[in-house]
């Protein structure tokens, strides 16, 4: 019984890589100085794998930006504006297409399946041309062997590499990008090759994509993909790699039928489905299974009793010497290493395993099922399952009852979206097409440093909330002298729209280091839900009653959706996701009320990852949607007619998901759309009724250029083409808070000015 690992996080346990990378990017240290921070980085995972006890330990998981970028130079399939002459891909294309430079833009950057992960988007069509340009597996590989250790190279298949890709500009959108397996595969023989010289004996195949919804087209790719590769492949022993969700049994009857592959790779811990269905339809004799039981998508220590008895059941199907355990995907989803957490009490520690902890517990698995189980270490680990199940800390039975009090039945207002606008406007008064802005101001060092001195309590309370006092007045007499509609207190007393109520809610914890990478050197810290959630105080409502008390126009309350605190949280296992997404809607409901009670009339909750949660298999779409939206509804189900619910989405291709979006009930919904306009509003255009107030953004925040009036008045048009009048609203993308102030007061000045010119002209066309 062997143990293996699909991959590990490159950026290092105190993010080293990540200093590196931003240090040579800088212009303050040297291509040098960053590949030795890279390589020292590589040998200590590879150390720690191979004293740990791991057999099978992969290599070429490093990158220094991404993997999917990485495969993009390796077949040197680098799009033209780049203006590359051939040769081995160095750090100045490589990083021009990841950053962009001085004359042209970066590739695109799109999720990694439903992680927090972005890869970069290849750019392909009919006239790429593809060579092999970048060694980095094999000299990763060789890199590894030097220093004793013989580890499985990993590439991204060739299949999912192009499924993952888009047509290149100018290259029609219906382009058959699989066309182009035959182009690439050639390259593929060339690494394959040149590893099997160096000394390879394993080579791991990520096929992600195998795990979605695929038609026979592209099961048809995979077969003859791998068919193509057997007489290179030969002497090799090939495992495809899947995570992330269920293999459907189409595809799983494909994949355990090539020749040329012998061994699989399934993620058993959210593809609770998979492991029946190798028990049920079989798995093909001589074959390794390479049994994904330990998380890679959470920080939970692993329940080794658990994970030790699913192997011994597979042990019948496959036999002991073709089993190996493993990781359910990429370690890269979770954070690091737990030694680092200062901060923790030892008891919460107890319960969690970080990436370099599961490595350890993958081994232990293994050498348990050879009949060697350190007996210590189980015992361990069963007392520390124990203690978590039974902690105090873990269960408030009034929060169960209360949660559980919420299933089955729905909660949504009593009356409909056009009445309560109606109530709404005899109160609020506004112009048509009312301005608001989406929630921050932007954050200066000056506001960094207050918080982090008040934190460390280097500054009184006192002295901390005279500070953002004035800051709040600040950005209150900027949206009056701008003359915008529905002003915003600007959020200057958070740093992060999910850690800033994780930490007054309980049942959360924080780490120190617990950083997991989000795109390039940008990393995330999601807070931890260990236990049931509730709301002891109040959360926003001193700041949001200090900025009302500062204006006469409405002041919007300003606070995080439960599904975007879930989404962006390690959430707890140990009961389904809707449970603990009720139970934070609950703890929202509350805040939303008393901010009622303290006179706000206008309520924004944020559901800025509501999209980003649905499920990669349609077939979980319906249930996922059902208790996202019902969870928000939650929060406001118990206002008066008279409040007005905002809510503000990050994404603007809701278009499958619209009728749920109109199911939240929101009376406003404020959206990302100037990026992607046409999309946004073909929904509209397509005869969707929409009645609630909507306000897609007029420009993007993303940029630091400054939008004409011109321009944003054509965008309000556009819109108008489409939507009524009186529920159109005039606002950006997202929140100001990555902007600078001249860019901002700019930005708004022209926006409030649209406005103001298309509300004449509506006046007088009457
Ligand atoms: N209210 C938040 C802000 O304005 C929303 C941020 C977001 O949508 N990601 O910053
Ligand atoms: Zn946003």
Redesign the pocket.
Known sequence: MASHIVGYPRMGPKRELKFALESFWDGKSSAEDLEKVATDLRASIWKQMADAGIKYIPSNTFSYYDQVLDTTAMLGAVPERYSWAGGEIGFDTYFSMARGNATVPAMEMTKWFDTNYHFIVPELGPNTKFSYSSHKAVNEYKEAKALGVDTVPVLIGPVSYLLLSKPAKGVEKGFPLLSLLSSILPVYKEVIAELKAAGASWIQFDEPTLVLDLDSDKLAAFSAAYTELEAPLSGLNVLIETYFADIPAESYKTLTSLNSVTAYGFDLVRGTQTLELIKSAGFPSGKYLFAGVVDGRNIWADDLAASLSTLQSLEAVVGKDKLVASTSCSLMHTAVDLVNETKLDDEIKSWLAFAAQKVVEVNALAKALAGQKDEAYFAANAAAQASRRSSPRVTNEEVQKAAAALKGSDHRRATNVSSRLDAQQKKLNLPVLPTTT???FPQTVELRRVRREYKAKKITEEEYVSAIKEEISKVVKIQEELDIDVLVHG?PERND?VEYFGEQLSGFAFTANGWVQSYGSRCVKPPIIYGDVSRPNPMTVFWSKMAQSMTSRPMKG?LTGPVTILNWSFVRNDQPRFETCYQIALAIKKEVEDLEAAGIQVIQI?E?ALREGLPLRKAEHAFYLDWAVHSFRITNCGVQDTTQIHT?M?YSNFNDIIHSIINMDADVITIENSRSDEKLLSVFREGVKYGAGIGPGVYDIHSPRIPSTEEIADRINKMLAVLDTNILWVNPD??L?TRKYAEVKAALTNMVSAAKLIRTELASAK
């Open positions: 989406i929630g921050s959020e729209m300003m944020d800025a503000h990050c997202c929140g808070k």
